[in-house]
């Protein structure tokens, strides 16, 4: 899961990192940044927080940390993305599932009830990392394990202590 995750962040927010400029106008797209600030704000960190997100996934580091961020990132972006996509199916008197635009993810134009389920699915995954799940093969539950192994098999303070009859 963890793995999974981490991939697709890095490789989404790499795709937007590496076109600033297409990013930047599939941001304003969404009308919701009026400020020229803000919006080369968002266009220019938001893919590199991206990619460290995926990268600590990857990891293992801060899994549930990392988790709640990703989580908290992919609710506002799976309603902006609903939103607009009522508005072009309304506007252009089109289904929903129909409607197909670039949505800003790095993946290209996709139909949206594709990316619905996608983001369902990745918010899934998020909140499993959240709830504890994987711990397997991540960095400081490894390091722990095998400090505590190392841990039970050395001698204690207290018994060292103690002469040996």
């Known amino acids: 899961m963890r793995w999974l995750l981490g991939a697709l962040f890095v490789y989404m927010g790499l795709q937007k990192a590496f076109h600033p400029e297409t990013f930047l106008k599939q941001v304003h797209q969404y009308q919701v940044i009026d400020s020229p600030f803000l919006l080369n704000t968002v266009a220019s960190t938001l893919p590199w927080f991206e990619t460290v997100c995926g990268a600590l996934?990857?990891?293992?580091?801060?899994v549930r940390g990392v988790a709640l961020n990703v989580l908290l990132m992919l609710v506002p972006f799976t309603i902006l993305v609903l939103r607009r996509a009522l508005q072009i199916s309304a506007t252009e008197h089109i289904t929903f599932t129909q409607v197909k635009f670039?949505?800003?993810?790095?993946?290209?134009?996709?139909?949206?009830?594709?990316?619905?389920?996608?983001?369902?699915?990745?918010?899934?995954?998020?909140?499993?990392?959240?709830?504890?799940?994987?711990?397997?093969?991540s960095l400081k539950y490894t390091f722990l394990r095998e400090r505590s192994g190392q841990a039970?098999?050395?001698?204690?303070?207290?018994?060292?202590?103690?002469?040996?009859?």
Do not use: Q
């Not at 990316?115 to 909140?127: Q, R």
């Open 57 to 62: 996934l990857i990891l293992g580091i801060a």
């Open 102 to 137: 670039d949505c800003g993810c790095g993946t290209g134009e996709i139909f949206i009830w594709k990316k619905m389920l996608e983001n369902s699915g990745l918010m899934l995954l998020a909140i499993g990392l959240l709830l504890g799940y994987g711990k397997r093969m």
């Open 152 to 165: 039970a098999d050395a001698p204690s303070p207290a018994k060292s202590l103690v002469p040996h009859p």
